[in-house]
């Protein structure tokens, strides 16, 4: 199967990942022979937005954003005869706070070439927030806010459905990052039945929207999810529907670029993003 490059890729400027540099992803992508990659770190969470996270190290700082463009920026010219570098933001969809997160997208849309949509953080019953991918401790606290496993499942899905309903303005990504990140503990706790259905409901939304699908192998690599994003069987529906595929790797460290791209079902067919700003200048 070909692939030519990861989509999905975090930096230094991720307080949650390593102090690779940016240059070093770059150098390790030429190396492994990719034409391409994107930049996708995690977007400023909405000023009014406190941090569900323990550590409080969910996404880059508002303060890193201008340095962390100029930085993609000077790479991307610097390197474009052996690489083409996409800048962009994994942005999170938090519910209630799409105003913020549609300023954000509007002030810095003109500089993206590429972008996911993730849902990491969920408004539990008491209407506290909650960062769903935290840690297996930090998961067990959540199934009891929620009041069962299954629960946080249909919150998440939910969630989800709304992100891509969402109105986040023009320059809203159009790639919805691991769709099923809500299983990533869930060979620890496993929920009742798989909800298929939901994913199922979500890649038609995903089809009829003309969104295009993360293909993020980094679940495999997470002890108790030890799983893509989204699973193979997942991920050959939404070949059989049209959605396009991206590769990612959803590397917080430079040496783990493509990681498992040869685990790729071998039914599906896998897509570049395309490139937003050339879509946006088409219209
Ligand atoms: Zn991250
Ligand atoms: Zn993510």
New binding site residues.
Partial sequence: MKFNGDF?IHTNYCPHGSADEMELYVHNAIEKGLDAISFTE?APLPPSFTDPAPKQDSAMKMNDVDSYLLEGNKLKKAYKDKIKINIGF?VDYIKDYETETKQFLNQYGEQIDDA?L?V?MLRAPNDQFVCL?YSVEAFSDIITLFGSVNDVYNAYYQTMKSSILSDLGPYKPTRI??IN?VEKFSLQFPATHKHEDELIDLLHLIKQKNYSLDA?T?GLFKPFCQQMYPSPKIMEVAHELGIALIPGS?SHTAGTLTRAFDKYPSSISLSTPENVTQKRMSK
């Fill in positions: 999905h995690h994994e996911i993730s990491h991918d990052g691991h990140l993020n980094a959803d």
